[in-house]
């Protein structure tokens, strides 16, 4: 059996950045550090730190005042940066650069006089974060049918924004049905649209083209995973999303010549390497590949506080 790993696949730069936060925090100021949701959906990850200290929690009144408080890469909204104000808490934001791009496109958009739509999951953090950083209400759309639904006139001016993990693809039919409802709509150029999410989802097109079943390394609310695997369905091949090798299924496996294998933004590439062991452990004679791609060097500067 062949294995071909997607390239790219796994850590973005707003992950790596994330975690390297809570690590650079957790040397600088000792455990406990507090981290607002999970620092980026996995849930690996996220033992691994709370193992070393840190305490994850939903709510800031769960944190004592004067404790270091780390955003997690998803952004949070102005109400919950006020309530830490109000708390005493010692804040260290590590929300994706990317992410605050899209909120800083949502305020000038407000400040240009236009509605704000936002192309997104409702309930999902970055959703949520964005929603209540721009400063107005948000009108959020998730289908071309909410488009349809929206109650403001045709000829009010508005701008759409988008969450960052959903791509130029996913999002195209959902602005056309927008440009279509509305005559007076801007929106940001493609090129600000995550890059990470854009290429990996490119590459699992692609690995659709050479494999018989697709696998992928991500958590259940990872939105990014989850959307790699209906990329994997879309193109009438068999798609699975686990967390580590313990999930693989070795009925999926059977009878197959090519496995493809990719990560999402939030995976860590040791879980790649436990899916590869288990594989292995079915099927003793794989040949492990990597397919050409994108090599993205993209790297986020860390907050001037934690970057010496
Ligand atoms: S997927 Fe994109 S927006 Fe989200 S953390 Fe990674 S680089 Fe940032």
């Known amino acids: 059996m062949r294995v071909v790993l997607a390239q790219p696949r796994g850590f973005c730069a707003g992950v790596v950045r994330a975690i390297e936060i809570v690590e650079r925090a957790l040397e600088r100021y000792g455990p406990p550090i507090y981290v607002r949701h999970e620092i980026v959906h996995n849930k690996y990850v996220v033992e691994r730190l709370k193992a070393k200290g840190v305490k994850f929690v939903e709510d800031l009144a769960d944190v004592p005042p004067n404790a270091h408080t780390i955003f997690s890469a998803h ?29 800083n496109h949502g305020r000038r958009y407000v400040g240009q006089g236009r509605t704000v739509i936002l192309i997104g999951h409702a309930g999902h953090p970055e959703v949520e974060g964005t929603r209540g950083q721009i400063g107005a209400p948000v009108l959020l759309v998730q289908t071309e049918q909410d488009v349809e639904a929206l109650a403001i006139p045709s000829d009010t001016p508005v701008a759409y924004i988008t969450q960052t993990t959903l791509s130029v693809d996913d999002t195209k039919g959902i602005i056309a049905a927008l440009q279509r409802r509305f005559s007076d709509i801007i929106g940001p150029e493609t090129k600000d649209i ?6 990996r989802q490119a590459a699992v097109r692609e690995l659709c083209k050479m494999a018989d079943v697709i696998l992928v390394v991500g958590a259940e609310n990872s939105s990014n995973s989850n959307r790699l695997r209906e990329i994997g369905q879309e193109a009438n091949k068999p798609s699975y999303l686990i967390a580590d090798g313990s999930e693989l299924d070795p009925a999926w496996i059977a009878r197959k010549e090519t496995v493809g294998l990719t990560a999402g933004a939030s995976a860590p590439e040791k879980l ?37």
Do not use: W
């Open 75 to 103: 952004g949070v909204s102005k109400e919950v940066e006020r309530d830490a104000v109000d708390r005493d808490l010692n804040v260290i934001d590590a929300t994706c650069p990317l992410v605050t791009k899209v909120h």
């Open 272 to 308: 790649v390497l436990d899916v590869i062991d288990a594989l292995r452990r079915i099927d003793g004679d794989i040949e492990v590949t990597e397919m050409d791609g994108i090599k993205e060097n993209i790297e986020f500067r860390l907050p001037a506080e934690l970057r010496t």
């Open 194 to 199: 995550c890059y990470a999410t854009q290429n």
